[in-house]
């Protein structure tokens, strides 16, 4: 991050930068904590989830609000301004990922407190591994000011949507063998396609990195020309 003259404009910008790393921690230990809950009917580590995801909606405000004062007081340009948008894109994006690991909790607390009886069995962890590996790097590269991840990202992020209908199919074809099954394999179906849009989020996020190094917007395009670019 450039060096500015005011020492002031320096901390206020860092300290934006941490408090969206710290809001992307919490996030992150909201989706482990939402998968291992589903994997072993952790009852109170899931409504701990429920509880957080509150703390990240307050923490997306008060970055927001921060972040606007400084556009309104400091009126930066070129990267401080980047810098800046960049921000308030990675904390919506980390809210709607919160979102996500709620609905998962959700889901596991329905499936532990019925009947988990004719719940199929699914493994989701490639899956989960993979978009927290993807959310990892969108953050790396945020704290490093690197935006070389992205496409690795984007081939994770094709992987996890192969991950995905891999899943849909063995679920349906569940649901064909056994129709006692239906209900349990739907919520199942939710928790999968929560994990696919965190993939989704996380690549929005390794993009919104290569926009503020690089002044580049490289949405919607192949991996070849995004390769050329970062």
């Given at each position: 991050?450039?060096?500015?003259?005011?020492?002031?404009f320096?901390?206020?910008?860092?300290?934006?930068?941490t408090?969206v790393l710290?809001?992307g921690?919490l996030v992150?230990?909201?989706?482990?904590?939402?998968?291992?809950?589903l994997?072993?009917?952790?009852?109170?580590l899931?409504?701990d989830?429920?509880?957080?995801?509150?703390?990240?909606n307050?923490?997306?405000?008060?970055?927001?609000?921060?972040?606007?004062?400084?556009i309104?007081?400091r009126?930066?340009?070129?990267?401080?301004?980047?810098?800046?948008?960049?921000?308030?894109?990675?904390?919506?994006?980390?809210?709607?990922?919160g979102?996500?690991a709620?609905?998962?909790?959700?889901m596991?607390?329905?499936?532990?407190?019925?009947?988990?009886?004719?719940?199929?069995?699914?493994?989701?962890?490639?899956?989960?591994?993979?978009?927290?590996?993807?959310?990892?790097?969108?953050?790396?590269?945020?704290?490093?000011?690197?935006?070389?991840?992205?496409?690795?990202?984007?081939?994770?992020?094709?992987a996890?949507?192969?991950?995905?209908?891999?899943?849909?199919?063995?679920?349906?074809?569940?649901?064909?063998?056994d129709?006692?099954?239906?209900?349990r394999?739907i919520?199942?179906?939710?928790?999968?396609?929560?994990?696919?849009?965190?993939?989704?989020?996380?690549?929005?996020?390794?993009?919104?990195?290569v926009?503020?190094?690089?002044?580049?917007?490289?949405?919607?395009?192949?991996?070849?020309d995004?390769?050329?670019?970062?």
């Amino acid at each position: 991050m450039p060096q500015h003259t005011s020492k002031e404009f320096d901390k206020e910008l860092e300290a934006i930068r941490t408090s969206v790393l710290e809001l992307g921690g919490l996030v992150e230990g909201m989706i482990r904590s939402a998968i291992s809950g589903l994997d072993d009917g952790n009852i109170a580590l899931l409504r701990d989830v429920l509880h957080r995801e509150k703390q990240v909606n307050r923490m997306e405000v008060d970055i927001d609000d921060r972040c606007n004062h400084v556009i309104a007081r400091r009126q930066p340009t070129a990267y401080d301004l980047r810098f800046v948008l960049t921000c308030m894109k990675m904390i919506r994006d980390l809210e709607r990922i919160g979102d996500e690991a709620e609905k998962i909790a959700r889901m596991a607390l329905f499936i532990h407190e019925s009947n988990a009886r004719f719940t199929p069995r699914v493994e989701l962890s490639a899956m989960f591994d993979l978009v927290m590996k993807m959310m990892h790097q969108s953050l790396d590269g945020f704290a490093r000011n690197d935006s070389s991840s992205l496409a690795e990202v984007i081939r994770e992020d094709i992987a996890v949507d192969d991950q995905f209908r891999n899943t849909l199919r063995l679920l349906i074809s569940y649901m064909i063998e056994d129709s006692r099954t239906i209900s349990r394999s739907i919520d199942l179906l939710f928790v999968a396609k929560a994990l696919e849009r965190i993939g989704d989020h996380s690549k929005n996020m390794s993009e919104h990195v290569v926009y503020m190094v690089k002044g580049r917007d490289v949405r919607h395009q192949d991996i070849e020309d995004v390769e050329k670019q970062v």
